[in-house]
């Protein structure tokens, strides 16, 4: 079956209609309850394919000082913007993830890497650990199911994701997550990565 093209097109149509479908139109449970344990407020985190960004709402609301947005989609960004205009720490970048430059401690994973090409997956891990200090971690949510498709959102399994990120990463936590959002429970892995 022919993938569609994933480009900047592709996804501010997206956004435009509102049919990309995984939004979960809040901050994701896994994630939530890692950022509530956090201590260091001043760490440089970067929320990547970020799409409508609850998490960054959220780490704002939490008091750290150093939030990126990155997106394609000028429109998903924007709809971010009219949300959290009192919101000073977040910065917003529209770009493509695979030309951004710069470092960061905290790299937050919330449905990007199900919305790009398969056949970026190791391009991926390459370009979030350069992105990572060393000793940053990469934090958030993969699916975790078999079904083949032809769009996003694109599954996969614990195994192909460690031969991807071994040779950047070290494993701390790829386990499936016990506080899925309604309607996720038994598809998603939590994973904690520090990059080497």
Not at 68 to 83: E, G, I
Not at 163 to 176: G, H, L, V, W
Not at 177 to 195: D, P, Q, T
Request: aromatic content about 14%.
């Amino acid at each position: 079956m022919d993938r569609v093209e994933l480009s900047r097109k592709f996804w501010e149509a997206q956004y435009e209609s509102e049919s990309q479908g995984w939004d979960l139109g809040e901050v994701s449970k896994p994630l939530k309850n890692y950022f509530d344990q956090i201590k260091d407020k001043s760490i440089k985190i970067l929320i990547p394919g970020a799409g409508n960004s609850y998490e960054a709402e959220y780490l704002s609301d939490l008091g750290f000082k150093e939030i990126y947005v990155l997106d394609w989609s000028r429109k998903a960004l924007n709809n971010l913007k009219k949300r959290a205009s009192q919101k000073a720490h977040i910065h917003y970048v529209n770009d493509d993830f695979f030309n951004h430059q710069s470092k960061y401690d905290l790299i937050v994973e919330q449905t990007f890497f199900c919305a790009i090409d398969p056949s970026l997956r190791s391009q991926y891990s390459e370009k979030m650990a350069d992105l990572l200090e060393s000793g940053g971690k990469l934090v958030g949510v993969l699916f975790n199911f078999e079904e083949e498709r032809d769009h996003p959102p694109y599954g996969g399994n614990r195994e192909e994701y460690i031969q991807y990120f071994s040779p950047y990463f070290k494993t701390d936590i790829m386990e499936a997550a016990y506080n899925s959002h309604a309607g996720r429970e038994g598809i998603e892995l939590f994973i904690k990565l520090v990059r080497k």
